[in-house]
């Protein structure tokens, strides 16, 4: 595989609604979860930019998918969080059929990230998203969020949890911060290693 650079974005692409667009052909990987987990923030991280991916304090700030096209190699896909508060009910629901129909009719979405938030683990909303993605047979792996919050014994909790819960299938799981960049190395291996994985094994 040709050296990947993360910083060499061909193309940012928005949609408010979800069709199998002519335009997007390379694989991609999704950064999903509640609201305010960092979905986008990560993105920034990863890019290596402070602002291409919106960010704010109050949840609800991701509107419509939005596909970063990387080194004409993959795209790094930022979508709206589920479980968010404080928009009207249309909106929820338009982003809701949104986020619905992405997910079940992508052909190129290769991995889902699901994010979590460290400080306040996994919750019952996310528990009902990992049971749709298992439904729909998609495949995914967690990323902790917000590490920067956590000390190294909170840490040790979270995986003895997740072991005993039996949710080590998900695996590797990666704890990020956007802020100390913890984790974002180990994150873009494992983006580079599922989609070359898909190369070699087209589905
Ligand atoms: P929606 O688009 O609303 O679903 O949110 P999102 O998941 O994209 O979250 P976003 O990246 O907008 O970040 C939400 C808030 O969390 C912002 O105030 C960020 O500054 C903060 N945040 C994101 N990542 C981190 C992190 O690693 N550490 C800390 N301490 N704060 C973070
Ligand atoms: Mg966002």
Redesign the pocket.
Known sequence: MRPINFNSIDKVLSYAKYENYKELILPEVCFA?R???????LINSLLNRKGIAK???T????KTIIFYRIDNFFSLVDV??YGFAGLSKKKIAEMSELLHSYFTNSTNLKNIYVLIDSRHGIKKIDLDFLSFLDQNKLVYKYVF??S??LKAIDKKKILNTLHKENCLSAIPIIFT???TKEGIKELKGNILKVISENEKNPQ
């Open positions: 979860g609201s305010n987990v960092g979905k986008s923030s960010v704010s304090k949840p609800g700030q991701t709206p969080g969020t917000k920067d919050k911060s956007s802020k």
